[in-house]
């Protein structure tokens, strides 16, 4: 089981302490909450997928049990939360 965990810091993701910032470089604030904001995460946590990872714990998601990370990307294209 490879095991990636997420976690919130300095008010942005960290992806098994790598900021969203320096993995997507076009990925901030304004782009967050909108489509293009939801196609390139879900196009990250694809990627850690296609990388071997399998499962994803987030203390600050409430995540304390590793859960599938298909499971999380299908969670997020349902809930991703987008301003309107």
Known sequence: M???NIAIACMSETFNGTFIDQLIPEY???LAFTPKGKELYLE?????SNQGFTHITSLDFGIEKPITIQDYI????QNYYIEE
């Open 2 to 4: 490879k095991i990636l």
């Open 74 to 77: 299908n969670d997020c294209t």
């Open 28 to 30: 901030n604030n304004k």
């Open 44 to 48: 990250l946590l694809q990627n850690f």
